[in-house]
């Protein structure tokens, strides 16, 4: 029999809370009910070539993007999961227009903000898709959390994560000391420690964008891109592409071997001025993320992320985010400090 790799999820995190004498323990609890909604799409996604969840559900998100019939799932079984575990007070998801309320009597003192399937318009060519979230404490006084507990700075977030859904499911995750990544073993329903204390490379030689969009784009993106395809050799150019055009999948392979993952603004998106993707349940908690893990996220003009105030719940903004020292050589050129 293989032997059992790291520590279980659950231990991992009582010993985190071990280390907090203030803890109530409510966040713990808040992780633990997201966890088992993770291995319960886990399941679905992993059967989704046998049962019939294939394909469109005939209905469009508020995005105006077609939705997916594991979408409407993964997001049925997270609301359904944590609207009565009685440690938020509100949700937002991608697929619905406005704030999803809690049941009466099970409010608590956090808001949740989730992706429940990120990358969805390839699962059925079996692409590695996601789910991403990010938690917040609460801020209202009522009785029923408001949009004000979720509109909040990236930068104040208590906790934030992903679990992608591939050769193996991920849980990666961080409560502001450091990032940890846990395989699920699928013989015992557990999720493992697999990836302790994880830290992106400095700079490395990846680079993720869709260059479908090249003649679309503002020239300081286009003159970026030509220069990280540039030879040097001496400065380790011309870098090498990886896209597969789903963010938790390029995000994940880029934290653990290093890259920069571009989704800026472009001219052909006039319905998208500020860019594709969402602010509080895409772009941040992946900056809390990657900068946890030593990275840097800003947007195309240099703001950093983590410092952009939300003003609606599915705000938008240009992504660019990844390894420290290829961020910092971007916002460069963004910034106009590159000739």
């Given at each position: ?26 966040l713990?609890g808040?992780?633990?009910e997201l966890i ?28 105006g ?6 979408d ?16 938020i007070?509100v949700m ?6 406005g ?5 009466d ?5 956090y808001?949740?903000?989730f992706?429940?399937?990120?990358g ?28 004000e ?10 906790a ?10 991920m ?7 450091g990032v940890h990544g ?12 697999s ?9 490395a ?16 993106t ?29 995000f994940h392979r ?8 571009l989704?800026p ?37 240099g ?6 105030q939300?003003?609606?719940l599915h ?9 420290k ?15």
């Amino acid at each position: 029999m293989a032997k059992r790799i790291g520590i279980t999820v659950s231990r991992q995190l009582m010993d985190c809370q071990k280390l907090h004498p203030e803890a109530t323990g409510e966040l713990t609890g808040l992780l633990s009910e997201l966890i088992v909604a993770a291995k319960i799409i886990s399941a679905e996604v992993n059967m989704a070539g046998l049962a019939d969840i294939l394909g469109q559900s005939g209905k469009t998100n508020v995005q105006g993007e077609d939705v997916q019939k594991l979408d409407e799932f993964a997001n049925s079984t997270i609301k359904r999961r944590m609207e009565q575990c009685g440690y938020i007070c509100v949700m937002a998801s991608e697929e619905e227009d406005g704030i999803i309320p809690v049941l009466d009597g099970y409010e608590g003192k956090y808001s949740l903000a989730f992706d429940p399937l990120d990358g969805s318009s390839n699962i059925d060519v079996n692409v590695s898709i996601g789910t991403i979230f990010s938690i917040h404490r609460r801020l209202s006084d009522g009785k029923q959390g408001t949009e004000e507990d979720l509109l909040q700075k990236g930068r104040v977030q208590v906790a934030a994560g992903y679990i992608i859904y591939g050769s193996s499911t991920m849980l990666v995750y961080t409560t502001g000391d450091g990032v940890h990544g846990f395989t699920l073993d699928p013989s015992v329903g557990e999720f493992f420690l697999s990836h302790p204390d994880i830290r992106i490379p400095s700079r490395a030689k990846y680079y993720s964008v869709n260059e479908a969009y090249t003649n679309y784009w503002h020239e300081p993106t286009r003159r970026y891109i030509d220069y990280v395809k540039t030879i040097d050799k001496e400065s380790g150019r011309p870098y090498s592409l990886r896209y597969i055009g789903s963010l938790v999948a390029d995000f994940h392979r880029n934290l653990i071997s290093g890259g920069i993952f571009l989704y800026p603004r472009d001219k052909k998106s006039t319905d998208k001025p500020e860019g594709k993707l969402r602010l509080l349940y895409e772009a941040a908690p992946m900056a809390m993320i990657v900068e946890q893990a030593g990275g840097r996220a800003i947007t195309d003009d240099g703001r950093d992320i983590l410092d952009i105030q939300p003003t609606g719940l599915h705000q938008r903004v240009p992504l660019i985010i990844g390894s420290k020292e290829d961020v910092d050589l971007a916002e460069k050129f963004f910034t106009g400090k590159m000739d």
